[in-house]
């Protein structure tokens, strides 16, 4: 099982900053890894698939990158609703599909 | 317009059964490739199923033996049957399709809102 750890657990930043998040898998999931964003009583939306390929509708301020083991969610200037929880996903390894514990960000 | 909607989740007892349903409209049912993940409360996502446009299965070890999913492409219907059910089971219930129709390519493109499961004496 392909597991995935997310840093930092925490993550707290103003509105405009710059939000850097981490994701890096046990072994190799090549660059089939996912983001997804969820806020409180909703379900997850997906903001990049394949590392860094934007989903339809995303904004031009989040961005992927990242292979093999390290990947990287990046949030170019924090808009007020961004502040959410993030979770990333592989599905390079699977059954099972495994996602990371994911990242909250909020209001510093 | 893609909407998946969930049903059918409730408190049972231990041991119990029950059966979930996501009803799917807005794009070509039959060829996708569904999922179903859950979410404990305050706690992350955990996958538990797939199933293929074809009807392949794929279960995570913990529902192993105990869930079945299913789909009946005339009604655009996704299932999830739920039988020896735990305390650790309770969550809230989310199908997700596929993001590439026809694929197996396993992200999430669209999610409904999810039905909470509770199970309890």
């Known amino acids: 099982e392909v597991v995935l750890t997310q840093s930092p657990a925490t993550l707290s930043l103003s509105p405009g900053e710059r939000a850097t998040l981490s994701c890096r898998a046990s072994?190799?999931?090549?660059?089939?890894l996912a983001w997804y964003q969820q806020k409180p009583g909703q379900a997850p939306r997906l903001l990049i698939y394949?590392?860094?390929n934007r989903a339809t509708g995303i904004p031009a301020r989040f961005s992927g990158s990242g292979s093999g083991t390290d990947f990287t969610l990046t949030i170019s200037s924090l808009e007020p609703e961004d502040f959410a929880v993030y979770y990333c996903?592989?599905?390079?390894?699977?059954?099972?599909?495994?996602f990371g514990p994911g990242t909250k960000v909020d209001v510093k | 317009e893609v909407q998946l909607v969930e049903s059918g989740g409730g408190l049972v007892q231990p041991g119990g059964s029950l059966r979930l349903s996501c009803a799917a409209s807005?794009?070509?049912?039959?060829?996708?490739?569904m999922n179903w993940v859950r979410q404990a409360p305050g706690k992350g996502l955990e996958w538990v199923s797939s199933?293929?446009?074809?009807?392949?299965?794929y279960y995570a070890d913990s529902v192993k033996g105990r869930f079945t999913i299913s789909r009946d492409n005339s009604r655009n219907t996704l299932y999830l049957q739920m039988n020896s059910l735990k305390a650790e089971d309770t969550a809230i219930y989310f199908c997700?399709?596929?993001?590439?129709?026809?694929?197996?390519?396993?992200?999430?493109?669209?999610w409904g809102q999810g039905t909470l499961v509770t199970v309890s004496s």
């Open positions: 807005g794009f070509t049912f039959s060829i996708s490739a």
């Open positions: 996903q592989q599905r390079s390894t699977w059954p099972p599909l495994t």
């Open positions: 997700a399709k596929v993001g590439e129709t026809g694929s197996m390519n396993m992200w999430f493109d669209y």
């Open positions: 199933i293929s446009g074809g009807g392949n299965t």
């Open positions: 072994q190799s999931v090549s660059r089939y």
């Open positions: 394949d590392a860094s």
